[in-house]
Protein backbone atom coordinates (compact mmCIF):
# COMPACT_ATOMS: atom_id res chain seq x y z
CA UNK A 1 0.00 0.00 0.00
CA UNK A 2 1.39 3.75 -0.50
CA UNK A 3 1.06 6.54 1.17
CA UNK A 4 2.42 9.98 1.90
CA UNK A 5 5.00 9.92 4.65
CA UNK A 6 3.07 12.52 6.35
CA UNK A 7 1.59 11.67 10.09
CA UNK A 8 -1.99 12.17 8.97
CA UNK A 9 -1.45 10.04 5.51
CA UNK A 10 0.03 7.03 7.87
CA UNK A 11 -2.60 6.97 10.25
CA UNK A 12 -5.03 7.05 6.95
CA UNK A 13 -3.25 4.34 5.70
CA UNK A 14 -2.87 2.40 8.67
CA UNK A 15 -6.55 2.04 9.12
CA UNK A 16 -7.62 0.76 5.54
CA UNK A 17 -4.43 -1.62 6.50
CA UNK A 18 -5.58 -2.55 9.61
CA UNK A 19 -9.14 -3.41 7.38
CA UNK A 20 -7.48 -5.15 4.91
CA UNK A 21 -5.34 -7.51 7.57
CA UNK A 22 -8.28 -7.94 9.38
CA UNK A 23 -9.73 -9.40 6.32
CA UNK A 24 -6.89 -12.37 5.98
CA UNK A 25 -4.39 -9.67 3.72
CA UNK A 26 -0.96 -9.12 3.95
CA UNK A 27 0.32 -5.65 3.74
CA UNK A 28 3.19 -3.64 3.08
CA UNK A 29 3.61 0.29 3.60
CA UNK A 30 5.39 2.24 1.32
CA UNK A 31 6.08 5.52 1.56
CA UNK A 32 5.66 8.04 -1.55
CA UNK A 33 6.92 11.62 -1.71
CA UNK A 34 4.69 13.65 -3.90
CA UNK A 35 5.78 17.74 -4.64
CA UNK A 36 3.03 18.71 -2.56
CA UNK A 37 5.51 17.49 0.64
CA UNK A 38 8.40 18.86 -0.93
CA UNK A 39 6.88 22.28 -1.92
CA UNK A 40 5.68 25.05 0.31
CA UNK A 41 3.87 27.15 -2.60
CA UNK A 42 0.39 27.51 -2.09
CA UNK A 43 -1.50 24.51 -3.71
CA UNK A 44 -3.03 26.89 -6.27
CA UNK A 45 0.15 27.30 -7.80
CA UNK A 46 1.40 24.28 -7.81
CA UNK A 47 -1.29 22.46 -9.61
CA UNK A 48 -4.23 19.94 -9.54
CA UNK A 49 -3.11 16.48 -7.77
CA UNK A 50 -0.17 17.86 -6.24
CA UNK A 51 -0.71 14.97 -3.43
CA UNK A 52 -1.78 12.32 -5.36
CA UNK A 53 -0.59 12.09 -8.79
CA UNK A 54 2.56 10.20 -7.70
CA UNK A 55 0.53 7.69 -5.90
CA UNK A 56 -1.32 7.42 -8.87
CA UNK A 57 2.09 6.88 -10.78
CA UNK A 58 3.14 4.30 -8.36
CA UNK A 59 -0.41 2.46 -8.73
CA UNK A 60 0.28 2.48 -12.35
CA UNK A 61 3.91 0.92 -12.71
CA UNK A 62 3.24 -1.93 -10.85
CA UNK A 63 5.48 -0.32 -7.15
CA UNK A 64 2.78 -0.74 -5.03
CA UNK A 65 -0.92 -2.02 -5.49
CA UNK A 66 -3.35 0.09 -3.36
CA UNK A 67 -2.90 3.97 -2.53
CA UNK A 68 -4.72 5.49 0.07
CA UNK A 69 -5.39 9.35 -0.65
CA UNK A 70 -7.72 11.78 0.68
CA UNK A 71 -10.18 12.08 -1.25
CA UNK A 72 -10.77 16.38 -1.40
CA UNK A 73 -7.13 15.85 -3.06
CA UNK A 74 -7.74 13.79 -5.69
CA UNK A 75 -8.78 15.68 -8.93
CA UNK A 76 -12.07 15.35 -10.36
CA UNK A 77 -11.23 13.94 -13.73
CA UNK A 78 -11.53 9.85 -13.69
CA UNK A 79 -8.18 8.33 -14.29
CA UNK A 80 -7.28 5.78 -16.78
CA UNK A 81 -6.24 2.46 -15.70
CA UNK A 82 -7.46 2.75 -11.80
CA UNK A 83 -10.25 1.95 -9.85
CA UNK A 84 -12.02 3.46 -7.18
CA UNK A 85 -12.62 0.53 -5.19
CA UNK A 86 -13.15 1.34 -2.05
CA UNK A 87 -14.54 4.49 0.08
CA UNK A 88 -14.56 3.95 3.75
CA UNK A 89 -17.06 5.18 6.22
CA UNK A 90 -16.69 9.09 6.15
CA UNK A 91 -15.19 11.02 9.40
CA UNK A 92 -16.82 14.16 10.68
CA UNK A 93 -16.22 16.46 7.25
CA UNK A 94 -16.50 19.97 9.24
CA UNK A 95 -14.10 21.90 9.63
CA UNK A 96 -12.56 23.24 12.99
CA UNK A 97 -10.86 26.60 14.38
CA UNK A 98 -8.22 25.56 16.91
CA UNK A 99 -7.61 29.22 18.68
CA UNK A 100 -5.76 30.43 21.32
CA UNK A 101 -7.61 30.43 24.98
CA UNK A 102 -10.19 28.71 23.99
CA UNK A 103 -12.05 31.11 21.64
CA UNK A 104 -14.18 30.63 19.30
CA UNK A 105 -14.70 32.35 16.00
CA UNK A 106 -17.52 34.72 17.67
CA UNK A 107 -15.42 35.69 20.37
CA UNK A 108 -12.34 36.52 18.57
CA UNK A 109 -12.13 40.42 18.65
CA UNK A 110 -12.15 42.31 14.89
CA UNK A 111 -8.23 42.28 13.49
CA UNK A 112 -7.29 38.85 14.90
CA UNK A 113 -4.93 36.93 12.65
CA UNK A 114 -6.61 33.93 11.20
CA UNK A 115 -4.29 31.40 9.37
CA UNK A 116 -5.21 29.06 5.97
CA UNK A 117 -4.45 28.42 2.91
CA UNK A 118 -7.83 27.36 1.41
CA UNK A 119 -9.39 30.23 -1.02
CA UNK A 120 -12.35 28.65 0.10
CA UNK A 121 -11.95 28.68 3.90
CA UNK A 122 -10.82 32.48 3.32
CA UNK A 123 -13.79 33.37 0.98
CA UNK A 124 -16.34 31.90 3.98
CA UNK A 125 -14.10 33.83 6.32
CA UNK A 126 -14.29 36.98 4.89
CA UNK A 127 -17.76 36.48 4.34
CA UNK A 128 -19.04 36.37 7.39
CA UNK A 129 -17.66 39.98 8.11
CA UNK A 130 -15.98 39.63 11.56
CA UNK A 131 -13.04 42.05 10.39
CA UNK A 132 -10.48 38.70 10.75
CA UNK A 133 -6.92 39.07 9.30
CA UNK A 134 -6.74 36.00 6.99
CA UNK A 135 -2.91 34.82 6.75
CA UNK A 136 -2.22 32.40 3.92
CA UNK A 137 -0.63 29.44 5.60
CA UNK A 138 0.74 25.97 4.55
CA UNK A 139 2.64 22.86 6.46
CA UNK A 140 1.62 19.81 8.18
CA UNK A 141 -1.08 20.25 11.09
CA UNK A 142 1.36 20.44 13.59
CA UNK A 143 3.13 23.36 11.75
CA UNK A 144 -0.38 24.88 11.74
CA UNK A 145 -1.08 24.71 14.88
CA UNK A 146 2.59 25.50 15.79
CA UNK A 147 1.56 28.78 14.85
CA UNK A 148 -1.39 29.50 17.52
CA UNK A 149 0.68 28.21 20.51
CA UNK A 150 4.23 30.09 19.40
CA UNK A 151 1.58 33.40 19.05
CA UNK A 152 2.21 33.96 15.72
CA UNK A 153 -1.44 33.34 15.33
CA UNK A 154 -5.01 33.94 17.25
CA UNK A 155 -6.37 30.65 15.51
CA UNK A 156 -5.94 28.24 12.25
CA UNK A 157 -8.74 26.39 10.55
CA UNK A 158 -8.21 22.79 9.76
CA UNK A 159 -10.36 19.54 8.57
CA UNK A 160 -11.72 18.48 11.91
CA UNK A 161 -11.57 14.88 10.25
CA UNK A 162 -7.31 15.52 9.96
CA UNK A 163 -7.39 16.40 13.92
CA UNK A 164 -9.68 13.37 14.77
CA UNK A 165 -7.42 10.66 13.07
CA UNK A 166 -4.25 12.24 14.46
CA UNK A 167 -5.81 12.00 17.85
CA UNK A 168 -5.66 15.82 18.33
CA UNK A 169 -9.82 17.02 19.15
CA UNK A 170 -8.65 18.32 22.29
CA UNK A 171 -7.41 21.61 20.38
CA UNK A 172 -10.34 22.62 18.90
CA UNK A 173 -12.14 25.11 20.01
CA UNK A 174 -15.28 25.08 17.99
CA UNK A 175 -16.46 22.59 15.41
CA UNK A 176 -17.77 24.83 12.61
CA UNK A 177 -21.42 24.52 11.54
CA UNK A 178 -21.78 24.44 7.87
CA UNK A 179 -24.18 27.69 8.26
CA UNK A 180 -20.95 29.90 8.71
CA UNK A 181 -18.08 27.54 6.60
CA UNK A 182 -19.17 24.49 4.60
CA UNK A 183 -16.33 22.26 4.11
CA UNK A 184 -14.51 21.07 0.78
CA UNK A 185 -16.32 18.13 -1.23
CA UNK A 186 -15.48 15.21 0.12
CA UNK A 187 -13.35 16.42 3.34
CA UNK A 188 -13.15 13.92 5.99
CA UNK A 189 -13.52 10.89 3.31
CA UNK A 190 -10.79 8.24 1.89
CA UNK A 191 -11.06 7.32 -1.27
CA UNK A 192 -8.89 4.05 -2.10
CA UNK A 193 -7.53 2.98 -5.06
CA UNK A 194 -6.04 0.07 -7.17
CA UNK A 195 -5.09 -0.96 -10.59
CA UNK A 196 -8.36 -1.35 -12.59
CA UNK A 197 -7.31 -4.73 -14.16
CA UNK A 198 -6.25 -6.10 -10.67
CA UNK A 199 -10.07 -8.06 -9.86
CA UNK A 200 -8.42 -9.98 -6.46
CA UNK A 201 -7.86 -6.23 -5.03
CA UNK A 202 -10.61 -4.52 -6.50
CA UNK A 203 -12.72 -7.42 -5.00
CA UNK A 204 -10.93 -7.07 -1.56
CA UNK A 205 -11.49 -3.31 -1.01
CA UNK A 206 -14.91 -2.91 -2.33
CA UNK A 207 -15.84 -5.72 0.10
CA UNK A 208 -13.51 -5.00 3.28
CA UNK A 209 -13.53 -0.57 3.35
CA UNK A 210 -16.72 0.34 0.86
CA UNK A 211 -19.41 2.82 2.54
CA UNK A 212 -22.10 2.89 0.07
CA UNK A 213 -23.49 6.16 1.76
CA UNK A 214 -20.25 7.89 1.76
CA UNK A 215 -19.90 6.99 -1.82
CA UNK A 216 -23.21 8.28 -3.04
CA UNK A 217 -22.78 12.30 -0.56
CA UNK A 218 -19.20 12.55 -1.69
CA UNK A 219 -20.37 11.69 -5.67
CA UNK A 220 -23.41 15.04 -4.98
CA UNK A 221 -20.48 17.13 -3.38
CA UNK A 222 -17.83 16.15 -6.37
CA UNK A 223 -20.01 16.47 -8.97
CA UNK A 224 -20.93 19.74 -8.04
CA UNK A 225 -17.47 20.44 -8.01
CA UNK A 226 -16.83 19.33 -11.64
CA UNK A 227 -20.22 20.86 -12.92
CA UNK A 228 -18.12 24.27 -11.74
CA UNK A 229 -15.12 23.47 -13.46
CA UNK A 230 -13.04 24.14 -10.54
CA UNK A 231 -10.52 21.83 -7.99
CA UNK A 232 -9.87 21.47 -4.67
CA UNK A 233 -8.21 24.80 -4.83
CA UNK A 234 -11.29 26.27 -5.96
CA UNK A 235 -13.63 28.69 -3.25
CA UNK A 236 -16.07 25.90 -3.06
CA UNK A 237 -17.71 24.07 -0.28
CA UNK A 238 -20.07 21.06 -0.66
CA UNK A 239 -21.79 18.79 1.95
CA UNK A 240 -24.56 15.79 1.26
CA UNK A 241 -25.95 14.42 3.76
CA UNK A 242 -28.08 11.21 3.47
CA UNK A 243 -31.42 11.69 5.22
CA UNK A 244 -34.43 9.92 5.81
CA UNK A 245 -37.43 10.84 4.12
CA UNK A 246 -41.29 9.50 3.21
CA UNK A 247 -41.87 8.59 -0.26
CA UNK A 248 -45.78 8.99 -1.68
CA UNK A 249 -46.83 5.93 0.19
CA UNK A 250 -45.84 7.55 3.55
CA UNK A 251 -42.59 4.81 3.38
CA UNK A 252 -39.35 5.84 5.55
CA UNK A 253 -36.66 6.26 2.41
CA UNK A 254 -32.72 7.47 2.23
CA UNK A 255 -32.70 10.42 0.04
CA UNK A 256 -29.55 13.05 -0.22
CA UNK A 257 -29.41 16.34 0.52
CA UNK A 258 -27.11 18.82 -0.48
CA UNK A 259 -25.84 22.17 0.60
CA UNK A 260 -23.48 23.94 -1.67
CA UNK A 261 -21.71 27.46 -1.86
CA UNK A 262 -19.40 28.82 -4.23
CA UNK A 263 -17.75 32.63 -3.52
CA UNK A 264 -17.88 36.01 -6.10
CA UNK A 265 -15.77 38.49 -5.33
CA UNK A 266 -16.54 41.85 -6.20
CA UNK A 267 -14.36 44.39 -7.82
CA UNK A 268 -13.76 46.10 -4.43
CA UNK A 269 -12.51 43.12 -2.79
CA UNK A 270 -16.04 41.90 -1.12
CA UNK A 271 -16.34 38.67 -0.44
CA UNK A 272 -19.95 37.35 -1.06
CA UNK A 273 -20.61 33.49 -0.86
CA UNK A 274 -23.17 31.87 -3.43
CA UNK A 275 -25.78 29.52 -1.64
CA UNK A 276 -27.76 26.59 -3.19
CA UNK A 277 -29.31 23.47 -2.15
CA UNK A 278 -31.43 20.13 -3.21
CA UNK A 279 -32.84 16.93 -2.06
CA UNK A 280 -33.12 14.19 -4.54
CA UNK A 281 -33.64 10.29 -4.42
CA UNK A 282 -29.74 8.48 -3.72
CA UNK A 283 -29.16 6.47 -6.74
CA UNK A 284 -29.33 10.25 -8.43
CA UNK A 285 -26.45 11.69 -6.48
CA UNK A 286 -24.19 13.09 -9.57
CA UNK A 287 -27.39 14.82 -11.03
CA UNK A 288 -28.22 16.15 -7.90
CA UNK A 289 -24.61 17.79 -7.69
CA UNK A 290 -25.07 19.05 -11.34
CA UNK A 291 -28.39 20.65 -10.16
CA UNK A 292 -27.08 22.50 -6.87
CA UNK A 293 -24.16 23.78 -9.41
CA UNK A 294 -26.38 25.06 -12.20
CA UNK A 295 -28.24 26.96 -9.53
CA UNK A 296 -25.14 28.34 -8.23
CA UNK A 297 -24.14 29.04 -12.10
CA UNK A 298 -27.42 30.50 -12.48
CA UNK A 299 -26.61 32.91 -9.77
CA UNK A 300 -23.48 34.34 -10.54
CA UNK A 301 -20.54 31.34 -9.96
CA UNK A 302 -19.16 31.66 -13.43
CA UNK A 303 -16.12 34.01 -11.81
CA UNK A 304 -15.25 31.63 -9.62
CA UNK A 305 -13.16 29.45 -11.41
CA UNK A 306 -9.27 28.12 -10.79
CA UNK A 307 -7.05 31.08 -10.31
CA UNK A 308 -9.48 33.58 -9.80
N1 LIG B 1 -4.37 18.80 1.58
C1 LIG B 1 -4.96 19.20 2.74
C2 LIG B 1 -5.75 18.15 3.41
N2 LIG B 1 -6.24 17.10 2.75
C3 LIG B 1 -6.99 16.34 3.63
C4 LIG B 1 -6.96 16.98 4.86
C5 LIG B 1 -7.66 16.58 6.08
C6 LIG B 1 -8.38 15.27 6.08
C7 LIG B 1 -9.64 15.23 5.28
O1 LIG B 1 -10.24 16.25 4.91
O2 LIG B 1 -10.09 14.10 5.02
C8 LIG B 1 -6.15 18.10 4.74
C9 LIG B 1 -5.78 19.06 5.82
C10 LIG B 1 -6.85 20.05 6.17
O3 LIG B 1 -7.67 20.44 5.32
O4 LIG B 1 -6.88 20.49 7.33
Redesign the pocket.
Known sequence: MGTRASK?ALAQTGTVAAALEAAGATVEIVKVSTPGDRSSAPIAEIGVGV?TSALREALLSGQIDVAVH?Y??LPTAPQDGLSLAGVPQREDPRDALCARDGLTLGELPPGSRIGTGAPRRTAQLKALGLGLEIVPIRGNIDTRLGKVTSGELDAVV??R??LSRLDKLAVVTETLDPIQMLPAPA???LAVECRADDVDVEHLLHSTVDDPTTRAAVAAERSMLAALEAGCSAPVGALAEVVEDLDENGSVVERISLRGTAAVTSESGAVEMLRASGVADIGDAEKLGRMVADELLDLGAGAVRPGT
Open positions: LFSKDLAAGQGA
